[in-house]
């Protein structure tokens, strides 16, 4: 131990110094603090026996976990985790607990799920490891029944219950320094989590509750510890190119042919077991694009372990943290485990697709995320949407409108560099078809990037009837630019500038008759803009994405629809919110702050024109595969009209 200065900085008021003299108690709580941290103490006395890597423990074979350990000892009185399986959290706790034997004469409290779990847990993991650590070894009694499967007593007076959810150890009302819940989610009696966490109050300063659990339901235990925690910590692995941190996500990891649709499911099976026998999946550096294998992913993690500027091993927190934490919430994915490799977990999500109870067990298994009923209800998830793409016609077909889509619409989103829009189309019951959803580059203040909209906006599609089809209806988000939004609209027929509106009882379309461009006395283009209703559009919309027949309100997309696409067009969630007086009404949030949603804004607004439009599908549907051609264009000359056959506008 070094030797202690006697100047001692006042942690409250940093810079100023005072001294002090050690009195012996003084002096054992100093050194208390000075012991080794979790991490350290368990890579000194910590011998692994049931592992691929048997011998002492080295932080290094899992890099994540020796943060995972430290802000466990951060945490001032409650550490919960929410883990993938087989990600070595339950042996992190157990960490814990072995250094209180060795550091602690208190007592301790382990329940697992159920007694078979702890019973095999004991006799295969916890008391083999206690015996291969020298430093707890010799603090065994030497009477056999100080060391069972439901208890351990050492000669310095520790004591260790271990129990399952039911068991009497859990319920009894003992007080205990350390407790720890692990799998909480899959307790079998609703143990008292409260009561659980309420014993270890006598012990001030000292006692500490650990939970840990693979997730279940979103309103699961495991879920509802981690939101409420004071602090949540992310871990950042650091790319061995070029050495810039990150947040790993899912997202990232991607594969050959990530984005291609599968013919059926045999075939997503056979793609599955090439990545997983091949070791093809890689994970995608978000700053500098280089793909990491397994390898470069293991580096990336110990790199990141390594890193303790503003985190602890790597754990960065999401809020700012001043002081001590209460209480410390983490989530450990499989990709953070060097136990797993990226193919592993890729081909598992991939044989996962189209089953809802499959995926559900890979969001809770892999990412450590929870995936429940109510969550499907409410939110969409981009995978289901992703499953579901299709390939609309035989690979020769010259066609790009299925039979039954017979008018098409197109929304634009003006953006800073670009158009995003999407055209889509529309048949009886509003059934749909994705066509295109493609990105215009320029800059919006200059007429080229206008130009090649109005040439898009020309473009003819060829209708399975052997029929050509233009688009019908246009509009264009005139939020982020109005004015050369309203310029291109004023010289068009059947293109409408656009506005959202997100009151909660907007109607779909408000649509002033007067629509006659005019100019302001500061001499610029005024014409009344559409206003949607997009709370009302997003409602219907969401009801739509649940559909999973082709039929009323089913959207059909193809495989030339990426991933990212799904990502932003369920980028936000249906939640009701209780106004004054207690009227619920419907809002939509983003999933989380800064994700894009454009697909969802362009969707939105091609619903308003299919509405606006109101067409007559079946007179259309009729004429189409008469061979008669009646669909017109939207972004001709005013004098030309529309030749839409339409019941309204
Ligand atoms: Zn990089």
Redesign the pocket.
């Known amino acids: 131990m070094k030797k202690r200065s006697r100047m001692q900085t006042n942690p409250l008021t940093p810079g100023l110094f005072y001294s002090f003299r050690f009195f012996p108690a003084e002096r054992q709580v100093f050194e208390k603090k000075e012991e080794l941290k979790l991490s350290e103490h368990t890579e000194k006395h910590r011998v692994v026996i049931k592992s691929s890597k048997p011998g002492p423990w080295k932080n290094e074979n899992n890099p994540a976990l020796k943060g995972i350990m430290d802000l466990m000892e951060f945490s001032k009185k409650l550490f919960v985790l929410v883990k993938c399986v087989q990600g070595g959290g339950s042996e992190a706790a157990h960490n814990y607990v072995y250094k209180k034997m060795s550091t602690s004469r208190h007592n301790a409290l382990l329940v697992m799920e159920s007694e078979r779990k702890t019973a095999r847990t004991m006799k295969q993991r916890f008391i083999p490891a206690v015996k291969a650590s020298p430093k707890l070894a010799e603090k065994l009694s030497d009477n056999p029944d100080d060391t069972t499967n439901y208890s351990i007593t050492l000669r310095t007076g520790f004591n260790i219950n271990i129990g399952w959810s039911n068991s009497a150890a859990a319920l009894a009302s003992d007080p205990y320094e350390t407790v720890v819940l692990d799998e909480i989610d899959k307790y079998k009696s609703s143990l008292n989590i409260e009561e659980a966490k309420d014993r270890i109050t006598t012990y001030g300063e000292t006692g500490k509750g650990i939970i840990l659990s693979t997730p279940g339901h979103e309103n699961g235990p495991i879920m509802q510890e981690y939101k409420t925690c004071e602090a949540h910590y992310d871990f950042h692995a650091v ?1 061995p ?2 050495r ?1 941190d990150q947040k790993m996500n899912f997202q990232n990891i991607t594969w050959p042919d990530k984005d291609k649709a599968f013919k059926d499911d045999k075939e997503r099976h056979r793609v599955a077991n090439i990545i997983e026998r091949d070791k093809t999946a890689r994970y995608k ?1 978000e ?4 793909m990491w294998n397994d390898y470069a992913r293991d580096q990336a993690l110990i790199l990141g372990s390594q890193n303790n500027l503003n985190s602890i091993n790597g754990w960065k927190p999401r809020e700012e943290v001043n002081k001590r934490p209460v209480s410390i919430g983490v989530k450990f994915p499989s990709w953070l485990s060097p136990f797993k490799s990226l193919s592993t977990i890729s081909a598992r999500w991939l044989r996962a697709q189209g089953n809802i109870a499959k995926l559900q067990k890979w969001y809770n298994n892999e990412a450590a995320e929870p995936f429940s009923e109510e969550l499907t209800g409410k939110t969409i998830k981009e995978d289901v949407l992703y499953a579901r793409r299709h390939i609309y016609g035989p690979e020769d077909a010259k066609w790009q409108i299925p039979m039954p889509g017979c008018v098409l619409t197109c929304f634009v989103d003006v953006q800073s560099n670009r158009l995003d829009l999407e055209t889509i189309a529309w048949g009886k019951d509003y059934e749909s078809w994705g066509i295109e959803y493609q990105q215009l580059y320029g800059d919006p203040d200059h007429p080229e990037l206008w130009q090649s909209l109005d040439t898009y906006l020309r473009k003819e599609f060829i209708h399975e009837s052997g029929n050509k089809l233009s688009i019908s209806i246009c509009g264009i988000d005139e939020g982020y630019k109005s004015t050369p939004v309203r310029e291109f609209v004023a010289k068009r027929k059947g293109v409408f500038n656009c506005k959202g509106s997100s009151h909660d009882s907007k109607q779909l379309i408000t649509l002033n008759r007067s629509r006659q461009p005019k100019y302001t006395h500061s001499g610029k283009l005024y014409i009344q803009p559409l206003i949607i209703g997009t709370n009302e559009a997003k409602k219907t919309l969401f009801s739509w994405m649940e559909i999973t027949e082709p039929g009323p309100g089913f959207m059909h997309w193809h495989e030339g629809y990426s991933y990212d696409y799904f990502k932003m067009l369920t980028a936000e969630k249906m939640d009701t919110q209780y106004k004054r007086g207690g009227f619920p009404s419907i809002v939509f949030k983003p999933q989380f702050k800064g994700i894009r949603n454009e697909a969802l804004d362009i969707r939105v607004g091609n619903y308003a024109m299919i509405k606006l439009l109101n067409p007559d599908f079946k007179h259309i549907a009729v004429g189409l595969t008469s061979g008669i051609k009646i669909v017109g264009a939207a972004g001709a000359p005013p004098v030309r009209g529309r030749r839409i056959v339409s019941k309204g506008v």
Do not use: I, M
Request: with cysteine; proline share 0%; net charge negative.
């Open positions: 790319c190119d070029c810039q550096c700053h500098c694009g280089s």
